[in-house]
């Protein structure tokens, strides 16, 4: 696996999304992700899963510098005080004394952004956190995000997979030297995984559905995918995407389907901000 190299981070190009896994089921599918080869944890202080996944960090063996650990601050809590207040609880829960990306989990209306900005810096100079970013912010916001702190950004998380065009987000994260961190990589397994050019690509290649649409992911500049499974023979599938290269056209057939623009998280939400128009 390679490692997507931004701002001064190494980001595992694949990593393991953990929202909806609990207790033991999660600890123990952490522990198997990294038995695997996974090097890349994502959770949130809201996935309510801190503590089972620092836990399966443990039982794995894994040396701790060797894995990438993301967790995110809920936007009730990004105003400065809270937001540091949330970074120290997550890290206790996971039994870390520090993680790798701290990524503020949505904007919120109503707190400035400058705060919020101001408070992630400091949990970073603090030392608690290695790298900083956001996660769901469109790009007029994230520039604003960008130009905000005093530390660069590393990343920006949003919903993307091939029905679904990020194309602005993108073309910003890369202006900064950021990676984009696609949440939903696998249209959340549905019927995305019936279209014929990911099909069909499937049969050429002698791969899955699932195992074309993380390739098509990690084949771009900049993007990461943190897909989540919550069976094992799916984590091992999900991870065995480095060994084939899509072709051009075969990329620019996945990428047309786009124009499906399905939108699966929070589209009219009251902390959903103003999302990109589709180009
Ligand atoms: P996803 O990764 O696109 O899809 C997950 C679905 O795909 C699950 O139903 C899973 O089934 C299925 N699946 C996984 N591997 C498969 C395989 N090899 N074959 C067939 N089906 C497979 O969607 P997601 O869980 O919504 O998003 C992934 C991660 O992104 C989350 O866990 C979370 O960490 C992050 N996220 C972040 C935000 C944010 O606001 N920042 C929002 C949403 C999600 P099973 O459930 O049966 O395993």
């Known amino acids: 696996m390679h490692n997507v190299m931004v701002n001064g981070a190494a980001i595992p190009a694949l990593g393991l999304g953990t929202w909806t896994l609990k207790d033991e089921v999660c600890s123990e599918l952490v522990a198997h992700a990294l038995s695997l080869g996974y090097r890349h944890l994502d959770t949130a202080s809201t996935y309510d899963n801190e ?22 601050v809920w936007y009730t809590e990004i105003a400065s005080g809270d937001l540091e207040r949330s970074a120290e609880q997550s890290l206790k829960r996971l039994g870390l004394d ?16 400058a705060d919020s900005i ?35 950004l590393v990343a920006n998380q949003v919903e993307y997979h091939p029905f679904l065009a990020q194309t602005k987000v993108h073309a910003a994260c ?34 899955s559905p699932v195992q074309i649409v993380l390739r098509w992911h990690v084949q771009q500049e900049g993007v990461v995918a943190i897909p989540r499974a919550e069976r094992k023979e799916w984590l091992a599938e999900n991870i065995d995407v480095f060994d084939f290269e899509l072709s051009g056209e075969e990329m620019a057939a996945i990428t047309r389907l786009r124009s499906h623009n399905l939108r699966f998280y929070v589209n009219e939400g009251y902390h959903a901000p103003q999302w990109d128009t589709i180009d």
């Open 98 to 113: 520090k993680v790798d990306l701290l990524l503020i989990h949505w904007p919120h209306p109503e707190i400035p952004l």
């Open 118 to 152: 101001k408070a992630l810096n400091a949990v970073r100079n603090s030392g608690i956190a290695g790298h900083i970013g956001v996660s769901n912010f469109p790009s007029e916001m994230l520039g604003k995000a960008i130009r905000l702190s005093d530390a660069p």
């Open 51 to 72: 503590s089972a996944v620092g836990e399966g960090l443990r039982l794995s063996g894994v040396p701790r510098e060797d894995v990438f650990v993301t967790t995110k």
């Open 174 to 207: 890369r202006a900064a030297g950021m990676a984009m961190i696609a949440y939903a990589p696998l249209g959340r397994g549905g019927a995305l995984l019936d279209e014929a050019a990911i099909a069909d690509a499937a049969k050429r290649h002698s791969k």
